[in-house]
């Protein structure tokens, strides 16, 4: 059952995002409002992960490192840039804009990885 509440509670999350950049967008920049659900993010999901007795698990510094790279790249800057897309072109077109990633990973994944369709 709280997987269900889980999954509405993000989907309620995610669905209010570009209301709410719309709406606070003159007074906050693309990087700092993503560094706010960020930290925001942190702060909700760590105390969650100890409380589920959250295994960890030793690191190389080449793997953290590779980690942190991969979060400030991917997440950081692709919520920086979808913030300003909301920005500069509102939230119901920005929106459906950025689900086009779908369709470029499964074409990315059959071209490249030689994944099959099904």
Known sequence: ??????????????????????????????????ALRTII????????AFLNNFNYIPLSSYALILIVVSGLLGPGIGDACYTKAIQRI???????ISYVYIFIAQFMAVVFLGEFMS
């Open 90 to 96: 509102g939230g119901s077109l920005s929106v459906v």
């Open 1 to 34: 059952m709280i997987g269900y509440v889980a999954i509405v509670t993000a989907s309620v999350i995610w669905s209010i995002t570009p209301a709410l950049v719309s709406r606070f967008s003159q007074y906050i920049k693309p990087f700092m409002f993503t």
């Open 41 to 48: 993010a942190t702060l909700t999901l760590v105390p969650i």
